[in-house]
């Protein structure tokens, strides 16, 4: 069964900094494109990074510049840095496939207070 397990999020000032963490099992990351998304209250869910499996990488305009987002074979991980973060980055953030999604984890909150 796939699994992909959220964390690292956490209550934050603004100008601060995170790294979001996702650990799968069931799926290998290596051979997969990868996102990470976000769902702020109100708010669909929107696609905040990409990254393909050559390694390419891709961001939302409102992220550009502050986000990174990686990958650790080894352990099977992706990663989001996020930097000078903002009041508007406040949302869940979830991992998953970029293409045939799969069943959502529970996520991992960030909260940016200003």
């Known amino acids: 069964q796939v699994q992909l397990v959220e964390s690292g999020g956490g209550l934050v000032q603004a100008g601060g900094s995170l790294r979001l963490s996702c650990v799968g099992s069931?799926?290998?990351?290596?051979?997969?494109?990868m996102g990470w998304y976000r769902q702020a209250p109100g708010k669909q869910r929107e696609l905040v990074a990409s990254?393909?499996?050559?390694?390419?990488?891709t961001y939302a305009d409102s992220v550009k510049g502050r986000f990174t987002i990686s990958r650790d074979n080894a352990k099977n991980t992706v990663y989001l840095q996020m930097n000078s973060l903002n009041a508007d980055d406040t949302a869940v953030y979830y991992c998953?496939?970029?293409?045939?999604?799969?069943?959502w984890g529970q996520g991992t909150q960030v909260t940016v207070s200003s």
């Open positions: 998953n496939k970029r293409t045939g999604l799969l069943s």
């Open positions: 069931g799926i290998i990351f290596s051979i997969n494109a």
């Open positions: 990254l393909n499996i050559g390694g390419s990488t």
